[in-house]
């Protein structure tokens, strides 16, 4: 009943739907042309190396995105710590195939569970604080994650993990991409039951949703803890994909940044937004940076992205597309006022 | 047995009794009246009793099992429905989605599923007399408005108890006049009522008995017409000097 999605005019909904599913078929059905018995049949061959390094790279930032916006944007908890819950992941696959031996199918099964795990340790602490409170000590939590696990010696301390070599661009495309529909469809289900309504009671007034009868604390640590899971399948499957691990490479606080852009400038709190936000964003960002110095402008670019999108559209672009508001230089004046107060 | 009953209970806020060793008991079907001058206690004594503050010492009993310590879900959960006094809406939901959420996850038994929930909302809109405006988004409604869906959200916990806080206040005479109605109709539907209030007019209306808190502490507990007669909450209301001049004015 809550979800914006669904107060989209009926010809604009079907309109993005039809855009959304051509483009679905295409990034779903492309990669096949690279098989081997497509290239004998003579099919042109619509996808190159790049083509899965950017594609792929885009359906891990679906999945964060996503996960953080059951966090961020349907529970209004804004974490700077979910990417502590990548690098877990990641490090938990690097551990288990580099160290043990592990088939890599096995160890991405538990790559969710650790993230889980930490997520409800530090979740009981956590999320009693609000707002920036929550904010400082999630990023003080994902940096020291990090740090911790760059001094362990068994998890290749500075050196990082090397795992050995799987050479199938497809595998690693399709496991991103079920990861990306599982997160989707993990959002688009919270939405549409009393779990979802819950959160977002929380989101809106915390004390109210107590008095009337929603578990905050534990609907707050499910939360995380589902958050946590996502991402640390993205990260367990990342680990594999690029068969090297480090800190700087899994526990990057400027990526955390990234997700929350991308849900912010989607859409928070809606089961599509983070999914446009990412595909956009990403590409801009594959683009601007192209590898080299290129990435230095693209982080300054992100950062003053961030503030601008924070400040004048706070509820994201999808917000345009409800009928409620347009696009113009009044939304951002009056967004401006609701922002600086 | 008492449906709720305080005894003797402590609420400090640094160096502030906010409230001290207050007991009463409320009876099934009672409407009770809490008055008293600001800052006597009256909101503190409500979030202690849903959960949102702890109690420092003594103890508060449900039914004669104890609710200390239980956090407001749980409480919430037993039947007992609360407004805010600064009305608490979920901004972004519609008027009937608000209310829904109060059905959603107040009910003590079976667990409703969102459409049942909405439909239960709708019943319940009508009662406080927002029928009309199930559609709205809250931030399109007028005070008196927003003071009827806190109501309506806690109706649809479909509660034993309802504890209001101050629900009239800021309203104007005709908007107080319908307000009484309808805490008149959840009175007849059986439902046990605690509530805050400045305006004399809705303790005397509805109230079985009145309770007059000052400085945390319980001053004169008894019939509305009564309580408002007694010196002390004269005094504590409008200073010892007013309270002597009406006492020689009447001699």
């Given at each position: 009943m809550i979800a914006r999605e669904d107060r989209l005019p009926p010809r604009l909904r079907r309109s993005i739907f039809a855009v959304t599913m051509v483009a679905l078929a295409y990034v779903i059905?492309?990669?096949?042309?690279?098989?081997d018995a497509a290239q004998q049949a003579g099919l042109p061959l619509l996808t190159d190396k790049v083509w899965f390094r950017i594609v792929t790279t885009v359906l891990m930032f679906v999945v964060l995105a996503s996960a953080w916006n059951i966090v961020g944007g349907l529970t209004g908890y804004a974490s700077f710590g979910n990417i502590a819950f990548f690098g877990l992941g990641a490090y938990t696959v690097g551990a288990l195939v580099?160290?043990?031996?592990?088939?890599f199918g096995l160890a991405l099964l538990v790559a969710p569970i650790v993230p889980a795990l930490f997520a409800l340790v530090i979740g009981l602490p956590l999320l009693r604080l609000r707002g920036h409170y929550f904010a400082v000590a999630t990023l003080g939590v994902g940096v020291a994650t990090g740090e911790v696990v760059n001094n362990v010696g068994p998890l290749g301390a500075s050196t990082g993990l090397f795992l050995p070599i799987v050479r199938s661009d497809l595998l690693f495309f399709y496991l991103m991409l079920a990861a990306a529909g599982l997160a989707v469809l993990t959002t688009w289900v919270i939405l549409r039951t009393r779990f979802g309504y819950g959160l977002l009671a929380i989101r809106e007034n915390e004390e109210a949703a107590a008095v009337i009868g929603v578990n905050t604390n534990f609907y707050k640590v499910a939360a995380f803890c589902i958050a946590a899971a996502l991402s640390g399948i993205a990260g367990g499957i990342f680990a594999q994909w690029n068969s090297f691990i480090n800190q700087e490479l899994v526990f990057a606080v400027s990526d955390n940044v990234q997700m929350i852009l991308m849900a912010v400038l989607g859409g928070a709190g809606t089961a599509l937004g983070p999914v446009a936000g990412a595909v956009v964003l990403e590409l801009i960002i594959q683009t601007l940076a192209?590898?080299?110095?290129g990435s230095v402008y693209s982080q300054i670019g992100l950062g003053i992205l961030l503030a601008v999108c924070v400040i004048f559209i706070p509820r994201g672009v999808i917000d345009f597309f409800g009928g409620r508001s347009k696009l113009s230089l009044r939304y951002f004046r009056q967004t401006l006022r609701e922002t600086s107060a | 047995m008492s449906l709720l009953a305080l005894s003797d209970v402590s609420k400090r806020f640094g160096g502030v009794n906010a409230l001290a060793d207050v007991s009463f008991a409320v009876e099934q079907g009672d409407v009770l009246g809490i008055i008293g001058p600001n800052g006597a206690g009256k909101t503190t004594l409500l979030n202690c009793i849903s959960g949102l503050y702890h109690l420092d010492t003594g103890d508060i009993r449900w039914e004669s099992a104890s609710i200390r310590g239980l956090a407001p879900h749980r409480i919430a959960r037993l039947g007992i429905g609360r407004t805010f006094q600064i009305v608490r809406p979920?901004?972004?939901?519609?008027v009937r989605e608000n209310t829904a959420m109060g059905a959603l996850f107040g009910r003590p038994g079976a667990r409703l599923q969102p459409g049942a929930a909405l439909s239960e909302a709708d019943t319940v809109l009508d009662v406080v007399g927002l029928g009309e405006k199930r559609h709205y988004p809250v931030l399109r409604l007028t005070v008196p408005d927003r003071k009827r869906l806190e109501v309506a959200r806690a109706l649809a916990m479909r509660p034993r108890l309802l504890l209001l806080d101050e629900v009239m206040a800021g309203l104007n005479q005709v908007e107080i006049e319908q307000a009484l109605e309808m805490v008149r109709r959840v009175r007849d539907s059986g439902v046990t009522i605690v509530l805050i209030e400045h305006v004399m007019k809705v303790i005397v209306g509805v109230c079985k008995r009145a309770l007059v808190l000052n400085f945390g502490r319980i001053l004169v507990e008894g019939p509305p017409a009564d309580v408002l007669k007694d010196r002390r909450v004269i005094e504590a209301y409008l200073g010892q000097r007013y309270a002597r001049e009406q006492e020689r004015k009447e001699t």
């Amino acid at each position: 009943m809550i979800a914006r999605e669904d107060r989209l005019p009926p010809r604009l909904r079907r309109s993005i739907f039809a855009v959304t599913m051509v483009a679905l078929a295409y990034v779903i059905l492309a990669p096949l042309t690279s098989i081997d018995a497509a290239q004998q049949a003579g099919l042109p061959l619509l996808t190159d190396k790049v083509w899965f390094r950017i594609v792929t790279t885009v359906l891990m930032f679906v999945v964060l995105a996503s996960a953080w916006n059951i966090v961020g944007g349907l529970t209004g908890y804004a974490s700077f710590g979910n990417i502590a819950f990548f690098g877990l992941g990641a490090y938990t696959v690097g551990a288990l195939v580099a160290n043990r031996g592990w088939p890599f199918g096995l160890a991405l099964l538990v790559a969710p569970i650790v993230p889980a795990l930490f997520a409800l340790v530090i979740g009981l602490p956590l999320l009693r604080l609000r707002g920036h409170y929550f904010a400082v000590a999630t990023l003080g939590v994902g940096v020291a994650t990090g740090e911790v696990v760059n001094n362990v010696g068994p998890l290749g301390a500075s050196t990082g993990l090397f795992l050995p070599i799987v050479r199938s661009d497809l595998l690693f495309f399709y496991l991103m991409l079920a990861a990306a529909g599982l997160a989707v469809l993990t959002t688009w289900v919270i939405l549409r039951t009393r779990f979802g309504y819950g959160l977002l009671a929380i989101r809106e007034n915390e004390e109210a949703a107590a008095v009337i009868g929603v578990n905050t604390n534990f609907y707050k640590v499910a939360a995380f803890c589902i958050a946590a899971a996502l991402s640390g399948i993205a990260g367990g499957i990342f680990a594999q994909w690029n068969s090297f691990i480090n800190q700087e490479l899994v526990f990057a606080v400027s990526d955390n940044v990234q997700m929350i852009l991308m849900a912010v400038l989607g859409g928070a709190g809606t089961a599509l937004g983070p999914v446009a936000g990412a595909v956009v964003l990403e590409l801009i960002i594959q683009t601007l940076a192209g590898g080299g110095s290129g990435s230095v402008y693209s982080q300054i670019g992100l950062g003053i992205l961030l503030a601008v999108c924070v400040i004048f559209i706070p509820r994201g672009v999808i917000d345009f597309f409800g009928g409620r508001s347009k696009l113009s230089l009044r939304y951002f004046r009056q967004t401006l006022r609701e922002t600086s107060a | 047995m008492s449906l709720l009953a305080l005894s003797d209970v402590s609420k400090r806020f640094g160096g502030v009794n906010a409230l001290a060793d207050v007991s009463f008991a409320v009876e099934q079907g009672d409407v009770l009246g809490i008055i008293g001058p600001n800052g006597a206690g009256k909101t503190t004594l409500l979030n202690c009793i849903s959960g949102l503050y702890h109690l420092d010492t003594g103890d508060i009993r449900w039914e004669s099992a104890s609710i200390r310590g239980l956090a407001p879900h749980r409480i919430a959960r037993l039947g007992i429905g609360r407004t805010f006094q600064i009305v608490r809406p979920f901004p972004s939901m519609t008027v009937r989605e608000n209310t829904a959420m109060g059905a959603l996850f107040g009910r003590p038994g079976a667990r409703l599923q969102p459409g049942a929930a909405l439909s239960e909302a709708d019943t319940v809109l009508d009662v406080v007399g927002l029928g009309e405006k199930r559609h709205y988004p809250v931030l399109r409604l007028t005070v008196p408005d927003r003071k009827r869906l806190e109501v309506a959200r806690a109706l649809a916990m479909r509660p034993r108890l309802l504890l209001l806080d101050e629900v009239m206040a800021g309203l104007n005479q005709v908007e107080i006049e319908q307000a009484l109605e309808m805490v008149r109709r959840v009175r007849d539907s059986g439902v046990t009522i605690v509530l805050i209030e400045h305006v004399m007019k809705v303790i005397v209306g509805v109230c079985k008995r009145a309770l007059v808190l000052n400085f945390g502490r319980i001053l004169v507990e008894g019939p509305p017409a009564d309580v408002l007669k007694d010196r002390r909450v004269i005094e504590a209301y409008l200073g010892q000097r007013y309270a002597r001049e009406q006492e020689r004015k009447e001699t």
